[in-house]
């Protein structure tokens, strides 16, 4: 019958459309890094030190507790950060979504301050794994949304973490 097979074309142009809108706004970067330190050491920051990573990173300002009172619990806390990329000083909240601690994994939610201004969903996920020379690899990923078509992806970040990842690097070989 020809009105259903007018709806079934209009209903695929709309799904069609959606999708290339969505993919436009939504999108995935990552960065990984070679690094002297092991994978337990790095995991171990992150997970149980966080709030140092402010006292090791020149980028990193200033980082507090804004909510609750758990550093490193997954969705019980809000931390409040203060950084810097590409010579611009930024701030955004950060919560915990996973902590997968067999494949060394954690999954973080940034969210309001600059974030807010750009992005719909701002996901942050690191991964560690061990190389078989004693250092390890280290993986940022970021997945957005964006609010507007016309909003640049976040390429800064993935800087931030290259040169962030090498000043904790230095640490963690000390320590």
Not at 4 to 25: G, N, Q, R, Y
Not at 32 to 47: C, D, R, Y
Not at 125 to 146: Q, S
Not at 165 to 170: I, L, R, V, Y
Request: glycine share 6%; hydrophobic share 40%.
């Amino acid at each position: 019958n020809l009105s259903s097979l007018v709806c079934f074309h209009f209903l695929l142009l709309l799904f069609t459309c959606f999708s290339l809108v969505f993919m436009v706004l939504a999108g995935k970067l990552s960065t990984e890094l070679g690094v002297k330190a092991s994978a337990t050491k790095w995991f171990n920051l992150l997970t149980t030190q966080l709030h140092h990573v402010q006292n090791l990173c020149e980028r990193v300002h200033e980082t507090k507790l804004h909510d609750g009172d758990d550093w490193h619990g997954v969705g019980n806390s809000v931390k409040h950060w203060t950084y810097v990329i590409d010579g611009k000083v930024h701030t955004c909240q950060e919560s915990i979504e996973a902590i997968d601690e067999e494949n060394k994994t954690i999954k973080f939610m940034l969210f309001g301050g600059d974030i807010s201004q750009h992005y719909k969903s701002f996901k942050l996920i690191f991964e560690v794994t061990d190389k078989n020379d004693g250092g390890a690899a280290v993986k940022w990923t970021l997945e957005y949304e964006k609010i507007k078509e016309n909003i640049d992806p976040p390429h800064g970040y993935m800087d931030y973490f290259d040169k962030s990842t090498k000043e904790m690097d230095a640490y963690l070989v000390k320590a």
